[in-house]
């Protein structure tokens, strides 16, 4: 599935040279957390991720997501990197990645644009008040926030500001749109088809900034893909929902003056979610499965290709598992066979196509 061609103004700082003789483009990106060693769902992810934007010869560009520096182990962000180039992928600004830990004043900046366009708000609910206050969306946990500290504001705004005034922690939350046709967002996902979600009932007023200080990742993502002129995202189907919100916030960013470091308002990004990968026991693959770590995989001798192959039979860009290098599988890349099939997926030791050093390392 080929995506409609956008123009192409690029004129950020370190992409000068990136030669794009056809004059457009659109351009992807990875952004691990460096919170370990990648595993088996990262690869298959930052596979997908360049497959799409690679195979329409188009930009690449990495991203540390740092900002959520508890999860941060020193060091892992150079490891990440070694890694995805043993598994023979490239990106365009390799001089100078985007450090999400160094970028505090964009957001700031962002938070001001929203802030003029009156969507934020203080909320001083503990999670405990939240819980108790509101019930779990349809069975994956996902909690809708009441509004308490919405009403609170429209209700009792001098008892608002006397609690800002005496210091109260508090976390920023962005307002959905009031009931109106305009709440609902509408994307037409690569893999999951057409997608639409109801703003105020299915999402909810989020927060942005926590109440430790640490801007939120919904913000955060948003921001870096503008100014990185991001328009070809792909990542976990766990996210279709925040899609839904990160579309939002965007729309409101622009609404407030925000202006792109790129230099251009581009449009909307292309979306592609992933099934999840599980492990063999049926949980979602973490970092501390030690043994399906890159680390463990290449000290134990498997190759590039094996991964990048078992990774594209998981996509469905292959029949087998059999190895393959990630550039082979440029020429022929497309959305297609997994849209057409989709379930989540388990690592599965019985399955013919799970190749003996997987099954080992399960
Ligand atoms: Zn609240």
Partial sequence: MRRPVRAYEYCGRGFE??????????TGRFAPTPSGRMHIGNVYAMLAAWLSARSQGDRMLLRVEDVDKPRVIAGADQLMMDDLRWLGFDWDNAAS?????????????ALECLRS??????????R???????????????????????????????????????GDQHS??????????????????????????????????????????LFG????????????GVDDVVRGRDLLRST?????????????GFEPECGTAIADPEYAHLPLIDNAAGRRLAKRER??????????????????GFCAWLLRLRPTSEPVAASGLLDDFSWNPLRANHPDRALDPTDPNTPQWLADAL
């Fill in 17 to 26: 040279n990136a030669s794009h003789e056809r004059g457009i483009a659109v």
């Fill in 97 to 109: 990645p985007m450090y999400q830990s160094c970028r505090t004043e964009r957001y700031e900046y």
């Fill in 117 to 126: 366009q009156g969507v934020l708000y203080p909320c001083f609910c503990s």
């Fill in 128 to 166: 405990t008040d939240i819980r108790a206050a509101s019930a779990p969306n349809e069975g994956d946990g996902f909690m809708v926030y009441p509004g308490t500290c919405r009403r609170l504001l429209h209700e009792q705004p001098k008892e608002v500001q006397a609690r800002l005034a005496r």
């Fill in 172 to 213: 920023m939350r962005i307002a959905m749109p009031p009931s109106s046709p305009d709440r609902n967002v509408y994307f037409d996902d690569c893999v999951y088809g057409p997608q639409q979600y109801d703003l105020p009932r299915e999402v909810g007023d989020s927060v942005i900034r926590r109440a430790d200080g």
């Fill in 217 to 228: 990742y919904q913000l955060v993502v948003v921001v870096d893909d503008l100014d990185m």
């Fill in 244 to 256: 839904a919100l990160q579309m939002w916030i965007r729309q409101c960013l622009l609404a407030g």
């Fill in 291 to 308: 043994s399906l770590d890159m680390g463990a995989l290449r000290a134990r001798g498997v190759t590039p290709e094996q991964i990048i």
